[in-house]
């Protein structure tokens, strides 16, 4: 059995670039950093970064080139594939990539996991009046009798 499946969480190092193919699909080129932190053996803290080539295609890649930035957050499921060709010199030129079966956006910087945004940032729609107004839920004051359940 063979199995080949790349799952990455990092952080978007250029702006995507989206190109067609001849037959007209779109594919969305991108590069993501991940970081790993181990301790050596003498007990120093140590990090590395690695760099990861990401391809989509389809509507998947016209959606990440219209939202996705430098910087942004980024998990992308998808197989390994390392494609060659040659360059006008004739020189073997290899690339190794993801190519994206699925992505996930990561939180949009300046918000915090509960969505609401971290002081001092601009939320152009937080001033409108129905973002004032609080949606509460109003109770009966009566107590639920178990009988009036028609189950």
Not at 14 to 21: I, T, V
Not at 68 to 93: A, C, F, P
Request: overall charge neutral; hydrophobic content about 35%.
């Amino acid at each position: 059995m063979f199995f080949n499946k790349a799952i990455i969480i990092g952080n978007v190092t250029r702006d995507p670039e989206m190109k067609a193919l001849p037959s007209g699909a779109k594919v969305t080129q991108l590069s993501i950093a991940t970081n790993r932190v181990w301790k050596d053996a003498n007990g120093a803290k140590k990090e590395q970064t690695d760099f990861h080539n990401v391809v989509v295609f389809g509507r998947q890649a016209e959606t990440v080139a219209q939202y996705i930035k430098k910087g942004s957050s980024l998990m992308v499921e998808g197989r390994i594939q390392t494609r060659s060709w040659d360059d006008k010199d004739g020189k073997k030129n290899y690339r190794t990539e993801i190519v994206a079966d699925r992505v996930q956006f990561g939180p949009r910087s300046g918000a915090t996991a509960g969505g609401a945004t971290v002081a001092g940032s601009q939320d152009p729609q937080s001033n409108s009046p129905a973002n004032k107004e609080v949606e509460t839920i109003e109770y009966p004051d009566d107590d639920i009798n178990a009988e009036d359940i028609p189950f």
